[in-house]
């Protein structure tokens, strides 16, 4: 879901549709409810050792537009983290171009702001994407952990969220999303 509270709601339906069932107290236990980077978090708390982000709980969230003063060695890097993220914003960049440019991205949030105990909105999901790219094992653990993917809030889903419904939809997966357009954020 996009919201913590619209997820919260969705697990309540949910357990709702299988409160009268032989099976409900199997199947609430096998339902995981939470937003795109609530997810991404917890895949990074499991496996971001690996990339280079130890703790993602120890990391405090930035916005890298309102960094303006860095060394003119990292002003290259500054650049490239708020431009993939206004062409995100923007949605002027394609799931293809978005993995093409992840690892130079990945380079400097881990030079400009991990190091430094911090983390920007949108690295949370491209962290975990990249993650995926560079240990397919793990990204197969989480295909094979989800049978249906239900996504509400539709309408708000930008490209960092669809790139990673793809890389956990498999051909089998029931994967089923809801929407309004008329409640849209994000116009593409």
Known sequence: S???SAANRMKENI???????????KTADQIWTTNFHGFCRMVLKKYGYLIGV????AL??????????VSSSDEVRLTLVKDMEHDIS???ISIDQLFTRIPSYIEAQKSLFIKKGEITYDAIILFVLNLFKEYPSIQHGYQNIFKAICIDEFQDTNVLGLALIRTL???DTKCVVFGDQMQQIYAF
Do not use: G, Q, R, Y
């Open 2 to 4: 996009f919201s913590v």
């Open 15 to 25: 357990s709702e549709m299988f409160f009268n069932t032989s099976n409900f107290n």
């Open 54 to 57: 130890n703790d993602i709980n």
């Open 60 to 69: 405090k969230s930035i916005d890298p537009e309102k960094i303006h003063s």
């Open 90 to 92: 923007s949605a002027s």
């Open 169 to 171: 939809v498999l051909p």
